[in-house]
């Protein structure tokens, strides 16, 4: 039994902790930023100061994680975020397709842990920041409520993820709060009154049916006026959790120094919603339904927004502009809420779409005032506009993944955030397999690039079989062609039912940007007469040459007396969309800004989510020999203006590639590059998905050297980039990748393979 003395006062039990970088705040992206140092080698310590990782898409808030895809609503396609994001998603939705966000919790946690570098500590809040100068952080004082210690952590490097911005707030880093008028980047959609300076908080709930009545007397400070929400006749009760993020508030307050009373507000109305739900008399679907959890913390959207050496603004993200110290990506729409949130008479948000990606620049990533401090999250340095869109949680973790190879590169360098060299950074976060829009790896180190590469065969794409189902006309559709450099559009042969005689308008179309994926360039336009009858062949004319590779939709246009067969055959790079609507995502078909906001005009085309979603069945005059095996090098990992990976023919039984160099190589490494669907959002939470991994993705593979050991083999694979290290560099003058198979009917695909020396 210990017994202490009565004392005038206590200190708390302190621990000291060295470390080349600290992360404060453990969301996404404070995880992507400390894994990815941490595997570059760096003792990184991760401070969260809640008992969980994953910060709005954790258990504790439960919003689905999004990013440029945009629920597969948007122009963007492949446009799912990669590298350790990416790993992550790959493996919640492989363990996790019902969106359980308690698995989604421990998939993050053991990610963490399993990495030797990373100290966690949990339930941690950061209070105090030590420092050498004005300039420059020293160290951090974190207090954990669990264990009742004080940690101080020191190291040369920090980055801020913590969301409120708390170590660049008492560093002293330079930060905006509220949004700037038009007058200082000339964005037309600087908010007015209505939209106000600020996005609010959310909280959700969810509820379950346990097969009796169940009675629900509402708390005291429940809303009691439903009809004080203008949107209420909104309400069912077949929407919960983040889909009804719409229950906003706070947007006129101070969205971190009022959040307790932003929360208190959004208990009354998650309370009384629940209360109209169960006793208005409205919803008798919801006599056995019971409310099973209520966030206890709310959601933040936005509150400060620190300086870098640029902020990015509403012209970066509409007219894609092109930075040289690109690093990352976005892609969800500028997405403004009215100021009032679940109190607004207006649309519970304003979403206005660019027409492709959009780059992220380095600059954007490190306070402009504070030296050896890095952003990261929706902290990062942009305008008001331009946060809109970076501020989404899959976005705001790919970023985070370049704050964690910068601060590699600066420890290794001995140099501050803002001297980092930009195409070293580059460079090593492609290798890591990080997408940057329209920079492709050139890595000197990889040897394959001194090899000669053959494989068994490779696709000749001429046609995509039948399989006896069709689809109506009902929105315009079309098939997306890879097209080659100097190629031209082949003319397609396809199969259609016709219930009455009809004309059917077809057209050529492509992207202005070949790298895009908005078909806002008619190439040529043909008319069809059809009679009435099934089956009946369609021969499409070729089209002119392109001037550059790039993708080539045959449009079909909306026709409803008309069917279009399809085929089940699935294919890396080759998918077919439609000019359908997504009112989740504010797509209506079109996008058409009435007033001069700086938007532009354009139409959507996007794709179903599997099982359906299929191409067409079409036959081709002219091959297109796109997939050729020398793509596994061209310095891009995933579909762009073009597949970008090699593809083995359909009829191609034993599938191999085969590399060979002129001397024996001293291989310490191989990374292999799958295809695992960029198109799919793999939403974290809540949606439900009918499939655990991806058809296009290899399933098993076998490395064997010259003298045909076997010295890798995988059976079992469903992510996108898999790394074989050996122990002892394995020395060969050859290597063969065979025994490929993948998971659906598609044929084997890879996008890269790299060896290294080590």
């Known amino acids: 039994m210990e017994v202490a003395p009565a004392v005038a006062s206590r200190s708390l039990k302190q621990e000291m902790i060295m470390c080349d970088f600290v992360v404060v705040g453990g969301g996404l992206s404070g995880v992507c930023s400390a894994i990815t140092a941490a595997r570059a080698g760096l003792r990184v310590t991760l401070i969260q100061d809640r008992p969980v990782l994953g910060g709005n898409a954790s258990s504790e808030i439960r919003l689905w994680a999004l990013g440029a895809t945009a629920h597969m609503g948007n122009n963007n396609r492949w446009a799912r975020e990669d590298g350790v994001i990416g790993e992550l998603l790959i493996e919640n939705m492989y363990r996790n ?117 169940v009675t629900f007397i509402p708390p005291s400070f429940a809303l009691d006026d439903i009809t004080q929400i203008p949107r209420w006749r909104n309400f069912n009760t077949n929407e919960y959790g983040c889909q009804l993020w719409w229950i906003e508030y706070g947007g006129r307050l101070d969205t971190v120094h009022d959040t307790e009373k932003i929360k208190w507000e959004l208990w009354k109305v998650v309370y009384g919603v629940w209360h109209h739900i169960k006793n208005s008399g409205n919803f008798p679907d919801a006599e056995n339904l019971t409310l099973e959890w209520v966030g206890t913390i709310p959601g933040k959207r936005e509150s400060r927004r620190f300086e870098g050496d640029y902020i990015l603004n509403q012209h970066d993200v509409i007219r894609q502009r092109h930075h040289a110290d690109a690093v990352s990506f976005g892609g969800w729409a500028l997405d403004l809420h009215p100021a009032d949130g679940i109190y607004s008479e207006k649309p519970g948000c304003n979403q206005w779409h660019s027409r492709g ?161 908005t078909p806002d360039l008619i190439l040529d336009t043909q008319t069809i007469r059809l009679t009435a009858g099934d089956n009946q062949k369609i021969v499409i004319t070729g089209g002119q040459r392109v001037d550059s590779a790039r993708y080539v939709f045959v449009c079909l246009m909306k026709n409803e007396a008309v069917r279009v067969h399809l085929s089940d055959q699935r294919l890396t790079g080759v998918l077919s969309v439609a000019n359908t609507i997504n009112p989740k995502v504010s797509n209506f078909g079109k996008q058409e800004p009435q007033e001069d906001i700086g938007i532009e005009t354009f139409e959507f085309w996007v794709p179903a989510r599997r099982p359906n979603g299929q191409n067409f069945a079409f036959e081709l005059d002219e091959a297109l020999s796109v997939f050729d095996v020398t793509n596994i090098t061209n310095g891009w990992s995933r579909p762009t203006h073009a597949p970008n990976a090699w593809v083995a023919d359909f009829d191609d039984t034993q599938p191999t590639i085969t590399i060979q160099w002129d001397s024996v190589q001293s291989i310490g490494q191989i990374d292999l590059l799958f295809d695992t669907d960029f198109d799919h959002p793999m939403e974290s939470v809540l949606m439900t998905h009918p499939e655990r991994v991806m058809p296009f993705c290899v399933r098993s593979y076998r490395i064997r050297d010259a003298q045909g050991n076997i010295i890798a083999v995988c059976d079992d694979n469903h992510q996108t980039r898999n790394v074989i290290r050996f122990d002892s560099p394995i020395q060969t003058d050859c290597i063969t990748i065979d025994n490929l198979t993948t998971w659906g009917d598609a044929p084997p695909a890879i996008f890269d393979v790299r060896c290294y020396s080590s």
């Not at 952590?153 to 913590?162: H, R, Y």
């Not at 790919?398 to 803002?418: E, F, I, N, T, Y």
């Not at 794409?461 to 890879?482: C, D, F, H, M, V």
């Open 97 to 213: 397709p019902e969106g359980n966000p308690l698995i989604f919790d421990t998939i993050l946690l053991e990610k963490v842990i399993q990495e030797p570098n990373i100290r966690l500590l949990l339930n941690s809040a950061v209070y105090q920041v030590g420092k050498y100068d004005a300039d420059t952080i020293r160290d951090v004082t974190a207090f954990c409520s669990q264990n009742s210690t004080q940690y101080h952590v020191q190291a040369s490097l920090f980055c801020d993820a913590s969301g409120d911005g708390i170590l660049g707030f008492l560093s002293g880093a330079a930060f905006r709060m509220g949004a700037e008028s038009y007058d200082e980047f000339a964005e037309k959609l600087a908010p007015n009154e209505d939209y106000g300076q600020l996005l609010g908080h959310s909280i959700y709930f969810y509820s379950k049916n346990v097969g009796h009545p």
């Open 357 to 517: 990606l959009y780059q992220i620049p380095y600059r954007c990533l490190y306070s402009r005032n504070i030296h050896n401090l890095f952003l990261a999250g929706r902290i990062i340095s942009v305008s008001h506009v331009a946060f809109g869109s970076t501020r989404v949680m899959l976005t705001s973790a790919h970023a985070a993944q370049a704050v964690g190879m910068a601060a590699v590169l600066c420890k290794r360098d001995g140099v501050l955030p803002s001297a980092v060299a930009i195409t070293d950074l580059q460079r090593n976060l492609l290798r890591m397999g990080h997408f940057i829009p329209h920079i492709r790896l050139n890595d000197p180190d990889n040897l394959i690039q001194k090899a000669h590469i053959s494989a068994s065969s490779h696709l000749s794409l001429t046609q995509l079989p039948a399989s006896g189902a069709s689809i109506p006309l009902t929105y315009s559709r079309a098939q997306l062609l890879p097209i080659a450099d100097n190629q031209r559009v082949p003319a397609m042969t396809i199969w259609v039912d016709v219930a009455e005689p009809t004309t059917l308008t077809i057209e050529h179309r492509a992207s202005t940007n070949p790298d895009n994926h």
